[in-house]
């Protein structure tokens, strides 16, 4: 088996996000203006904006998107992602996947070294993983995908060999910094206070709703970078306030813009977009009522106009979507639109609410981040929707943390919406409903779903696989676990004195490649 598989899913990657960005305007990776052609200059400082305060400096416990875009610049894992959708060699120079997809060895790389100025040993490796399984002292694997991890093995100075309990050829994406950052020996007490990695930068400090700074780290073994000196990741907690600091200097590059505040920023800015890894929904909480009803869920689906929410919301740079799979997988992405349309069907919807005992419809509430304006304006959108129904939608606002602990964590909630994202593993998205998944913060419980998930994961055929995805989102889609909405497009705003933005088909600010222009 070897890269082989590997590298078939990432060739469907690469070439599907130029597909992609044919669906989304044809708008992937452009610029109001290229500096890429202009000298590189090293030192300097930047601010970059964000939108939620982080959850944990702990790579291992980190869960929210907006951190692991963060901790992409500290932490490293064996291997990772590039800009092309290619998964690279990082701190392991080499891998090897045995044929049964049951045993993973890597190769250490030389001289690769910590922040601390320690070089990275097999036993700083295996002390990562074995905690990130939960094997150090028999607890929950503090990653879910990690469960399946066996046994940590050093099989030679440089080598370390991990076995999982069942075939698994996608296990190899849980190998980069999001999942399984490379710590070293002993430090786990030390993460959440003093973060140590290998990354192009290292920990300076951090302030609880302010930000995060880090510096150059100048031991880092990839040579040539990083060009900057300092980078500083300013909590934003409004897109009015973003506007202003963008406006008033005193932000540099901002990831997060409305198509409205792209069109104001243009002429001080260059704007880039691209597709993103985010699939947004109307999560909607399988447990409460009255979501709790298949109908009435299905009844949402037929009543939201998703070719309006994204012209509106997002200038037409989405991509509709009903099911949780990025359209960039081609080989396991499966075009479900037609099953509720993508244009409300009021009389389908009304319908549907009356066979569920709600024929004048019902009260709901929207609980939205009030931090993510993008998500703010769907709501508003979606909200006047299924007003036409007869369904009366209040939205709540709630700061992020709240958010988080309330939706995500607490699953107290009656709808909601935001994105989910992906990593550059198929069944990633769609893990998230498995029944027994900590990430199943919609409730849906499946046997059917369960059952097709853990024959997915097995497969090592590809078209096998492909198979039970198909499976999969016609479940999920066909029982209307959410009602999904759209991939969302990335709008960056980007300082015109710097270069070297990438954009990655994972939701990260890789701060390694950017640079002052002469």
Same mark, same amino acid.
């Not at 290998?198 to 920990?203: D, E, L, Q, Y």
């Not at 709901?364 to 304006?373: E, H, K, L």
């Given at each position: 088996?070897?890269?082989?598989?590997?590298?078939?899913?990432?060739?469907?990657?690469?070439?599907?996000?130029?597909?992609?960005?044919?669906?989304?305007?044809?708008?992937?990776?452009?610029?109001?203006?290229?500096?890429?052609?202009?000298?590189?200059?090293?030192?300097?400082?930047?601010?970059?904006?964000?939108?939620?305060?982080?959850?944990?400096?702990?790579?291992?416990?980190?869960?929210?998107?907006?951190?692991?875009?963060?901790?992409?610049?500290?932490?490293?894992?064996?291997?990772?992602?590039?800009?092309?959708?290619?998964?690279?060699?990082?701190?392991?120079?080499?891998?090897?996947?045995?044929?049964?997809?049951?045993?993973?060895?890597?190769?250490?790389?030389?001289?690769?070294?910590?922040?601390?100025?320690?070089?990275?040993?097999?036993?700083?490796?295996?002390?990562?993983?074995?905690?990130?399984?939960?094997?150090?002292?028999?607890?929950?694997?503090?990653?879910?995908?990690?469960?399946?991890?066996?046994?940590?093995?050093?099989?030679?100075?440089?080598?370390?060999?991990?076995?999982?309990?069942?075939?698994?050829?996608?296990?190899?994406?849980?190998?980069?910094?999001?999942?399984?950052?490379?710590?070293?020996?002993?430090?786990?007490?030390?993460?959440?206070?003093?973060?140590?990695?290998?990354?192009?930068?290292?920990?300076?400090?951090?302030?609880?709703?302010?930000?995060?700074?880090?510096?150059?780290?100048?031991?880092?073994?990839?040579?040539?970078?990083?060009?900057?000196?300092?980078?500083?990741?300013?909590?934003?907690?409004?897109?009015?306030?973003?506007?202003?600091?963008?406006?008033?200097?005193?932000?540099?590059?901002?990831?997060?813009?409305?198509?409205?505040?792209?069109?104001?920023?243009?002429?001080?800015?260059?704007?880039?977009?691209?597709?993103?890894?985010?699939?947004?929904?109307?999560?909607?909480?399988?447990?409460?009522?009255?979501?709790?009803?298949?109908?009435?869920?299905?009844?949402?689906?037929?009543?939201?106009?998703?070719?309006?929410?994204?012209?509106?919301?997002?200038?037409?740079?989405?991509?509709?979507?009903?099911?949780?799979?990025?359209?960039?997988?081609?080989?396991?992405?499966?075009?479900?639109?037609?099953?509720?349309?993508?244009?409300?069907?009021?009389?389908?919807?009304?319908?549907?609410?009356?066979?569920?005992?709600?024929?004048?419809?019902?009260?709901?509430?929207?609980?939205?981040?009030?931090?993510?304006?993008?998500?703010?304006?769907?709501?508003?959108?979606?909200?006047?929707?299924?007003?036409?129904?007869?369904?009366?939608?209040?939205?709540? &606002? $709630?700061?992020? +943390?709240?958010? /988080? %602990?309330?939706?995500?964590?607490?699953?107290? @909630?009656?709808?909601?919406? =935001?994105? !989910?994202?992906?990593?550059?593993?198929?069944?990633?998205?769609?893990?998230?409903?498995?029944?027994?998944?900590?990430?199943?913060?919609?409730?849906?419980?499946?046997?059917?779903?369960?059952?097709?998930?853990?024959?997915?994961?097995?497969?090592?055929?590809?078209?096998?696989?492909?198979?039970?995805?198909?499976?999969?989102?016609?479940?999920?889609?066909?029982?209307?676990?959410?009602?999904?909405?759209?991939?969302?497009?990335? &709008? $960056?705003?980007? +300082?015109?004195? /710097? %270069?070297?933005?990438?954009?990655?088909?994972? @939701?990260?600010?890789?701060? =390694?490649? !950017?640079?002052?222009?002469?």
């Amino acid at each position: 088996m070897k890269k082989r598989f590997i590298s078939v899913i990432l060739t469907s990657l690469v070439c599907a996000m130029t597909i992609l960005s044919g669906c989304s305007g044809g708008t992937d990776n452009t610029s109001s203006q290229d500096n890429t052609s202009k000298e590189p200059t090293y030192g300097g400082s930047v601010v970059v904006g964000i939108q939620q305060d982080i959850d944990s400096l702990d790579p291992h416990k980190a869960t929210a998107a907006g951190t692991k875009e963060i901790l992409f610049n500290i932490f490293e894992g064996l291997v990772k992602p590039d800009e092309n959708g290619n998964l690279t060699n990082a701190i392991a120079s080499d891998y090897n996947i045995s044929e049964d997809g049951l045993v993973y060895t890597f190769t250490l790389r030389d001289g690769v070294k910590f922040h601390n100025g320690e070089t990275v040993t097999a036993k700083d490796v295996k002390y990562s993983l074995d905690r990130v399984a939960g094997l150090l002292d028999g607890s929950a694997a503090l990653v879910s995908t990690f469960k399946t991890v066996k046994s940590v093995d050093i099989i030679e100075d440089n080598k370390v060999q991990v076995t999982i309990g069942s075939p698994n050829t996608e296990f190899i994406y849980s190998f980069t910094a999001a999942t399984a950052a490379i710590i070293p020996y002993g430090s786990a007490d030390k993460e959440n206070s003093d973060p140590i990695g290998t990354g192009p930068f290292k920990f300076v400090s951090y302030t609880p709703q302010e930000g995060i700074v880090v510096e150059k780290n100048s031991d880092y073994w990839q040579s040539g970078v990083p060009y900057l000196d300092k980078v500083t990741f300013k909590i934003v907690n409004s897109a009015e306030t973003a506007l202003l600091d963008l406006q008033g200097g005193s932000i540099d590059i901002y990831p997060y813009l409305t198509d409205t505040q792209a069109t104001q920023l243009a002429g001080q800015f260059n704007v880039s977009h691209s597709a993103s890894d985010v699939v947004q929904a109307l999560f909607l909480n399988n447990d409460v009522e009255p979501f709790n009803n298949e109908k009435v869920r299905q009844a949402v689906c037929f009543a939201l106009d998703n070719d309006a929410t994204n012209g509106f919301v997002s200038g037409g740079n989405g991509t509709v979507i009903s099911t949780a799979m990025l359209p960039t997988l081609r080989d396991y992405y499966i075009d479900l639109n037609s099953v509720y349309g993508t244009k409300a069907d009021i009389e389908k919807a009304k319908s549907l609410l009356a066979e569920a005992g709600y024929p004048n419809g019902f009260d709901m509430t929207i609980t939205v981040p009030a931090n993510y304006q993008f998500h703010v304006e769907t709501a508003q959108v979606v909200a006047e929707q299924l007003k036409a129904v007869g369904i009366n939608a209040a939205i709540n &606002t $709630v700061e992020w +943390n709240t958010w /988080l %602990s309330e939706c995500y964590n607490g699953r107290n @909630y009656q709808s909601t919406i =935001s994105g !989910i994202t992906c990593d550059m593993t198929p069944g990633y998205l769609l893990n998230r409903f498995v029944s027994s998944s900590p990430k199943n913060f919609i409730n849906f419980n499946d046997e059917q779903y369960d059952e097709e998930y853990k024959k997915a994961q097995e497969a090592t055929d590809l078209k096998e696989k492909a198979g039970h995805y198909s499976n999969l989102q016609h479940i999920i889609t066909e029982k209307a676990g959410s009602a999904f909405i759209q991939v969302t497009p990335i &709008t $960056v705003a980007i +300082n015109k004195k /710097l %270069s070297g933005y990438k954009f990655y088909p994972v @939701y990260v600010q890789d701060m =390694s490649s !950017i640079y002052f222009t002469n």
